[in-house]
Structure formats: C-alpha cells, structure tokens
C-alpha cells in the first residue's frame, strides 16, 4: 500500500507512504504480543514448548472466561501468511529506512 501510494503521483505521496509505513510497522507488533491477549502470535527460535523453535504463528485469539487467550491453533496457511508478512514489513523497515521498535527473529 505505502509504494503504491507513493506511484500515484500525488501530491502528499511521501506523506502518505511515511503514513501507511508506520501503520504496518504498528500491526507487525501484533504477532509479538500488540494484541489483546498480549501473548506472542509468532513462535521464533527460542524457549521450550510444543511449538518452540518452530517459527509458528498462531492465527486465533480466543475468549476464555471473559479473557482473551492465544489458540494454539498453528495451520499451514497461517504460518506462510503471516511469515510472508513479517519478511515483507521487515524489507520494507530497511528499504525506507525506519527505525523499528522490535525485530523478528526468523
């Protein structure tokens, strides 16, 4: 979104693909504990566990007695959409040049 904006030739083009960058940046935190359950959707290298060393991601936040929980529920298509996400918003960390504030470890 933030690149094609910026091709529109508009005239807040950079404005608004510092914008959407910054958004993404901001709904990448969700897979490391921005969510309302504050659990990691993502499961990197490290720690023990079921999942652990895995590069999982969970695609389910569940209520569990009026709380907010991860499913551990891990599919295939979870993990590529949501490892497709991450590798596409930390390119585009480096390729503008943003200064992030967390880093996916894959």
């Known amino acids: 979104m933030a690149e094609a904006y910026y091709l529109s030739d508009r005239t807040d083009k950079t404005a608004g693909r510092t914008k959407y960058l910054t958004y993404s940046e901001r709904v990448a935190t969700w897979f490391i504990g921005n969510n309302n359950a504050l659990a990691d959707m993502y499961d990197a290298k490290s720690g023990t ?18 709380i907010p929980v991860r499913n551990n529920d891990a599919e295939g298509e979870s993990s590529a959409e949501g ?5 596409q918003i930390k390119k585009a960390i480096a390729q503008y040049g943003l200064t992030p504030s967390f880093s996916f470890d894959y």
């Not at 566990?49 to 009026?66: E, H, P, S």
């Not at 490892?83 to 590798?87: D, G, K, R």
Request: a neutral charge; charged letters at 10%; glycine letters at 18%.
């Open 49 to 66: 566990g079921v999942y652990k060393a895995q590069g999982t991601v969970f695609d389910v936040i569940t209520i569990n007695g009026g």
């Open 83 to 87: 490892l497709w996400a991450m590798i």
